[in-house]
């Protein structure tokens, strides 16, 4: 399976953004998942969504702002961002696995990562 990420882009703070990812070759695993990776930081989890969608989880830097959700019939997961921050300015990175985990060694898949920018 490959991962194509899109949506990322310039925002303003208080702004919104969606990210996508769209596997390709295969049906998604289970989980999917979002990471960020700031300037000089780690990369860090930030969402997972299961199969039908009915079990999510949030980092608290980001809960009650973005919401994961997927469409199993487009093969794609979102991560819809509201009330953007600057600290939210990172490369987002999705990632997808057969088992649940926020860690990046849970993931064996990854897409090629796209850049949200928020501006203050």
């Known amino acids: 399976v490959q991962l194509q990420a899109s949506g990322g882009g310039l925002a303003q703070a208080g702004g919104s953004l969606r990210l996508s990812c769209t596997a390709s070759?295969?049906?998604?695993?289970?989980?999917g998942a979002w990471f960020r990776q700031a300037p000089g930081k780690e990369r860090e989890f930030v969402a997972l969504?299961?199969?039908?969608?009915?079990?999510?989880y949030y980092a608290d830097s980001v809960k009650d702002r973005f919401t994961i959700s997927r469409d199993n019939a487009k093969n794609t997961v979102y991560l819809q961002m509201n009330s953007l921050k600057p600290e939210d300015t990172a490369v987002y990175y999705c990632a997808v696995s057969q088992r649940y985990g926020t860690t990046e060694a849970n993931y064996s898949v990854w897409g090629q990562g796209t850049q949200v920018t928020v501006s203050s």
């Open positions: 070759g295969r049906a998604f695993s289970i989980y």
């Open positions: 969504i299961n199969r039908n969608g009915r079990d999510t």
